[in-house]
């Protein structure tokens, strides 16, 4: 099993930046492409993006494309999210989450395990 444990969110001003971490609880961390996702009040859960297990391919949504990077550490079972140029429509619960190979990683269901997630608010 692995147990996720995210960090860095707070208030940032608009075109500011911050970078979420995301810790996980063992080794077979590195066996999981790990994914962002971030939840606004009412709206569904967004994908952001994900890396692969070995950190050579990475995914974006279109909205974050040339101002969020991801990253990750498996020697240190972390997962990190650059995210700089940042705007007030970025406001919402960052979650990182773990999912095993041949998923769709673009869905919120195609991840096992699930962090408790971190504010992130951008003010104007």
């Known amino acids: 099993q692995v147990q996720l444990v995210e960090s860095g969110g707070g208030l940032v001003q608009a075109g500011g930046s911050l970078r979420l971490s995301c810790a996980a609880s063992e080794r077979t961390f590195s066996s999981y492409a790990m994914g962002w996702f971030r939840q606004a009040p009412g709206k569904e859960r967004e994908f952001v993006a994900v890396?692969?297990?070995?950190?050579?391919?990475?995914y974006y949504t279109d909205s974050v494309k040339g101002r969020f990077t991801i990253s990750r550490d498996n020697a240190k079972n972390t997962v990190y999210l650059q995210m700089n140029s940042l705007k007030p429509e970025d406001t919402a619960v960052y979650y990182c989450?773990?999912?095993?190979?041949?998923?769709?990683?673009?869905?919120?269901?195609?991840?096992?395990?699930w962090g408790q997630g971190t504010q992130v608010t951008v003010s104007s």
């Open positions: 989450a773990a999912a095993p190979p041949n998923g769709n990683y673009y869905y919120a269901r195609e991840y096992d395990y």
């Open positions: 890396i692969s297990w070995g950190g050579g391919n990475t």
